[in-house]
């Protein structure tokens, strides 16, 4: 079965910072990854998503990922954060047949000044 | 364009009465997926439609849940009897439809549910 695993429940920052939201993955096939963020109050965005074309993803607002194969892991990364940032953010794997994501538990960002 | 809708955005019931949640999907989008957001659960995964067929239930917590689509498009998520347990935020997405996992699903605003 495909999970995955945030390994961190939250994360905290100062503006200007760089972000690091890690995420490990299992599965037995080649899977879909996506991070997904979710403002207070509002519905669930797509930052980006990994579908087996090049390993580095650029997402929006300046978001990227890295399909790691040999580590099992497509950790979200920011050079710079910015208050608006502050967010629950999600990883999450497409199911085999592609009918179902499957999500982690969520790691909250706090963007400090 | 339009996004996804849900209506009605809050609902407060009490515990063994019926409920019926509304979907409204992206026009043009063949997918349709019914999510649970609950604080001890997370984000889970209830059932999956392809046009007005539903190839993966497997999500439904149990028999009290139910959901149609009709017309491939507007679709209705039932619950019967609804116990406290059901209290969450009911997420309804979709998507183009593409086979093999790498559709992008969007997302609607959710439908708060309170049992009291």
């Known amino acids: 079965a495909q999970s995955v695993t945030q390994l961190d429940s939250h994360v905290s920052v100062s503006e200007g910072t760089p972000v690091l939201l890690r995420c490990n993955y299992s599965s037995s096939y080649s899977p879909s990854l996506f991070w997904y963020v979710q403002h207070p109050n509002k519905g669930l965005q797509l930052l980006l998503k990994y579908t087996s074309a090049a390993t580095l993803v650029k997402g929006i607002n300046g978001f990227e990922a890295e399909f790691k194969k040999s580590e099992t892991s497509f950790h979200l990364t920011k050079p710079s954060a910015h208050m608006s940032d502050a967010a629950e953010y999600f990883c999450v794997v497409s199911n085999q047949a592609g009918t179902a994501l499957i999500f982690g538990k969520g790691t909250t960002l706090s963007v400090s000044s | 364009g339009a996004g996804v809708s849900q209506s009605p955005s809050n609902k407060v019931t009490e515990k063994g009465k019926d409920v019926e949640l509304r979907c409204d999907p992206i026009s043009g989008h063949t997918a349709l997926y019914w999510y649970r957001q609950s604080l001890g659960q997370g984000l889970e995964f209830l059932i999956y439609f392809q046009g007005n067929s539903a190839p993966d239930k497997s999500g439904l917590p149990s028999d009290r849940f139910s959901a149609e689509r009709t017309g491939g498009s507007v679709s209705t998520l039932t619950i019967q009897r609804t116990q406290q347990e059901d209290s969450a935020v009911y997420l309804c997405?979709?998507?183009?439809?593409?086979?093999?996992?790498?559709?992008?699903?969007?997302f609607g605003p959710g439908t708060r549910l309170t049992v009291l």
């Open positions: 997405a979709s998507s183009l439809g593409r086979t093999g996992g790498t559709d992008t699903q969007y």
